[in-house]
């Protein structure tokens, strides 16, 4: 069975700074996988998706890069503000139609 | 815009008081989800329609029930709501099954009295 892990459950950092966020997967048998944010008492807005024959997609400041082999995923995003701060979830689509989500992090950045 | 909306946004009942929640869109798609997102955990799927084919994720509570009356519209029924079923509802749509994005709504968060 498929289990998604993100790591941290939460993050703090500055303003500007660049940070990573962690996603790990059991079974590499994917389709895909995107990173979603949701903001506090939202629904989630899809930032990435990444085909499971994709290495990497970006759009503006964030970059998603897919190891489908060792099942990881991270989000990388670029001189981070305050509107950064949310839930960034990510989910992977096996055969079938369920995205199989992680808990999520939980980012908060400074000013 | 295009979009996937969900009403209410907030939703109050009594315990085993029935409850329906709507989502609506505008994209056309041909497949609708709800997923439940209790708190501070991962959001998982209840069920999907695929045009007007129903499909039940198996370990679904019976208590929910889902209806899709024409391809823009699915409505989520709990019958007899107890407190474990106070969460966040969100609803998905796709265009296509397998490997598509899918696009979600604001959510409707029920609380259960």
């Known amino acids: 069975k498929q289990e998604v892990t993100q790591i941290p459950a939460a993050l703090s950092v500055p303003e500007g700074e660049n940070l990573v966020l962690n996603c790990s997967f059991t079974d590499s048998a994917i389709y895909n996988l995107q990173w979603f944010r949701q903001d506090p008492g939202k629904g989630l807005t899809s930032l990435l998706l990444?085909?499971?024959?994709?290495r990497e997609q970006t759009s503006g400041r964030l970059n998603a890069s897919l190891d489908k082999s060792s099942g990881r995923s991270t989000l990388y995003i670029a001189a981070s503000q305050p509107g950064d701060s949310a839930t960034y979830l990510c989910?992977?689509?096996?055969?079938?139609?369920?995205?199989?989500f992680g808990k999520g992090t939980t980012l908060s950045v400074s000013s | 815009d295009a979009m996937v909306i969900q009403n209410p946004r907030y939703q109050v009942t009594q315990f085993g008081k029935p409850v329906t929640l709507s989502c609506s869109q505008t994209l056309n798609h041909n497949v609708m989800y709800w997923y439940q997102q209790k708190s501070s955990q991962a959001p998982k799927l209840l069920f999907h329609y695929y045009d007007k084919d129903f499909n039940n994720e198996a370990d679904t509570p019976d208590n929910f029930q889902s209806r899709r009356p024409n391809t823009s519209f699915c409505f989520l029924d709990i019958r007899s709501p107890g407190l474990g079923d106070a969460a966040m509802y969100l609803c998905?749509?796709?265009?296509?099954?397998?490997?598509?994005?899918?696009?979600f709504g604001d959510g409707t968060r029920l609380s259960i009295l």
């Open positions: 989910a992977v689509q096996e055969a079938g139609t369920a995205l199989i």
């Open positions: 990444i085909q499971s024959s994709q």
């Open positions: 998905a749509t796709s265009n296509g099954r397998g490997n598509q994005p899918q696009h």
